[in-house]
């Protein structure tokens, strides 16, 4: 495994963002640079101790997804080649964390397809009967598989802040009726052919998030990360058992060490043992082998 990445510097492009993953460089005015890093977050926190090859894994994941839904939307990857913007060096480092995208107008919602009733989802129906004002049946469990997906849209916030859940009607009110209409409908055509694909390779896609963004024609584009751990909740099916809360080929290892700790989940977080990195680690990669295997 190579050298953990916690965060970049590149010596010819100026930095725009960093997120609690991602660090965006600008490219040209057109183009931006996203590179995954191998920091890991829990409760909205950027944890101290990163997560060796995550980054890389991660953008393996997403680039297969963009790949397998390019028929359903188009995407933001582009076909430049990232060795004439850097260095030897730092494209030794970039290659398999980083990917050259389109530069497009974010849309200030985050498009959340649950397909079963985990998180606060399952808060939500256990206060209310409904999730976002979607009214469900009476009886379900946790973690039970819905009737059919739902689309919950949730508002952006800021990095070390919680995204806010919202009703389908606010998301109209933030892009109007056609785009949230047209969101909605391909969100859940991505989830519909990833939960399809995914089943069958032994892993529920139990719920995710998508973003997206608009390109110069104002043509939706699907965006950010697609289908990863770190952007939905991943079960293996062999290990899956209505009325429990399922374990997860993401960060739940971490999640489960930091609430042995008398921490407030509040920055700066803890570092984190090794041999829980090592296990998360291990998840993520799993995830990324039963996902990517060529078929038989």
């Known amino acids: ?34 590179v995954t890093s191998d920091r890991i977050s829990a409760f909205d926190v950027i944890l101290p101790t990163p997560v060796p090859g995550k980054g890389e894994l991660l953008t393996q994941i ?9 028929d359903l939307i188009p995407n933001h990857l582009t076909d430049l080649d990232l060795r004439d913007y850097v260095t030897e060096a730092e494209f030794a480092q970039l290659e398999k964390r980083s990917v050259i ?23 939500d129906y256990q206060q209310s009967g409904a999730i976002c004002g979607i009214e469900l049946p009476a009886g379900l469990q946790q973690a039970e598989k819905l009737p059919q997906p739902i689309y919950t849209p949730s508002s952006k916030a800021e990095v070390g802040d919680h995204d806010i859940n919202i009703r389908f009607e606010d998301s109209v009110q933030l892009v109007g009726q056609e785009l949230a209409e047209q969101v909605r409908d391909v969100s859940l055509a991505l989830y519909k052919m990833a939960a399809e694909y995914a089943l069958g390779r032994g892993i ?25 751990p770190d ?26 060490y930091l609430e042995t700790l008398d921490w407030d989940k509040t920055p700066p977080g803890p570092e984190i043992p090794a041999d829980i990195i090592a296990r998360t680690q291990a998840k993520y990669q799993q995830a990324y082998d039963i996902l990517t295997a060529q078929s038989a």
């Open 62 to 70: 997403s680039n297969f997804w963009f790949d397998k839904s390019s």
């Open 204 to 228: 529920i896609i139990a719920d995710t998030k998508f973003e997206f963004g608009l390109d110069e024609n104002d043509q939706l584009v699907l965006a950010d990360e697609v289908l990863t």
């Open 1 to 34: 495994m190579s050298q953990p990445v916690f965060q970049t510097e590149l010596s010819n492009l100026p930095l725009l963002a960093r997120g609690k993953v991602r660090d965006i460089f600008q490219l040209d005015e057109h183009h931006l640079l996203f």
């Open 231 to 256: 952007s939905s909740r991943f079960w293996p099916l062999d290990a899956y058992r209505v009325g429990e809360s399922p374990v997860s080929f993401d960060k739940q290892y971490i999640r489960d």
């Open 101 to 123: 995208v389109k530069k497009l107008r974010p849309l200030p919602v985050e498009a959340i397809v649950r397909g079963y009733i985990i998180g606060s989802g399952w808060k």
